[in-house]
């Protein structure tokens, strides 16, 4: 079956810290990648979407994710965090042609301590 | 302004009364969905509908039913509600290969 693994459920980081979310796929074929940020209190939002091309995707706030078809991998990257960044973070998962199913990560909950 | 409307957005109820949470988008969509979230579970879908009339069940639809009367509705039916379906409820609109908007979510609680 196909999965999506986001190997950290929590993640605390001071400001100005670099971060890496890590997610990976199991699926062989052609995939849409997806990250998605959930502010506490707040409704899912699109953060970056990679479809074709450039691997490296550059998305909202200052996020940014790369493609790594060799390791099935859409890993999510900011180079200095905010307080503000405190959200929790899913990664998802589309086969290319299939319109209607997201396979989701269980998420990585982020705390950045001020 | 793009958005999906769910109501309500919190629900306490009890064990095996039929209850409805309401979902609306304004954007034309023909793609509408239905999740529930769990901790350490990530999203998972319960219902989907391609268009008015057409749904389809997604990975977790035991004890739900939903309806697409219209193209900007989609409501999530619990005919008798069980503990086990509480939960955070989110509605989302738009194909997945482009990227979904989201409801605000919906918190029951079944006692």
């Known amino acids: 079956a196909q999965s999506v693994s986001q190997h950290n459920h929590h993640v605390i980081l001071s400001e100005a810290a670099s971060l890496e979310l890590g997610c990976n796929y199991s699926?062989?074929?052609?995939?849409?990648l997806f990250w998605y940020v959930q502010y506490p209190g707040q409704h899912l939002q699109l953060l970056l979407k990679?479809?074709?091309?450039d691997p490296l995707v550059k998305g909202i706030k200052g996020f940014e994710a790369e493609f790594i078809k060799s390791k099935f991998s859409f890993n999510l990257r900011k180079p200095s965090v905010q307080w503000s960044d405190t959200a929790e973070y899913f990664c998802?998962?589309?086969?290319?042609?299939?319109?209607?199913?997201?396979?989701w990560g269980a998420g990585t909950k982020l705390i950045i301590k001020p | 302004e793009a958005q999906v409307t769910q109501n309500p957005r919190y629900l306490i109820t009890v064990t095996g009364k039929k209850l409805t949470v309401t979902c609306s988008q304004n954007?034309?969509?023909?793609?509408m969905s239905w999740y529930r979230q769990d901790p350490g579970l990530g999203l998972r879908q319960i219902y989907y509908?391609?268009?008015?009339?057409?749904?389809d069940k997604g990975d977790v639809p035991e004890g739900y039913k939903v309806s697409r009367k219209e193209k900007r509705n989609f409501p999530l039916i619990l005919e008798s509600p069980s503990p086990n379906q509480t939960s955070l409820y989110f509605c989302?609109?738009?194909?997945?290969?482009?990227?979904?908007?989201f409801g605000p979510g919906t918190r029951l609680t079944v006692t």
């Open positions: 989302a609109s738009g194909g997945a290969s482009e990227g979904q908007y």
């Open positions: 954007m034309n969509h023909e793609y």
């Open positions: 509908s391609m268009n008015v009339e057409v749904t």
């Open positions: 699926y062989g074929g052609t995939v849409n």
């Open positions: 990679y479809f074709s091309g």
């Open positions: 998802a998962v589309n086969r290319r042609g299939s319109n209607y199913q997201l396979i």
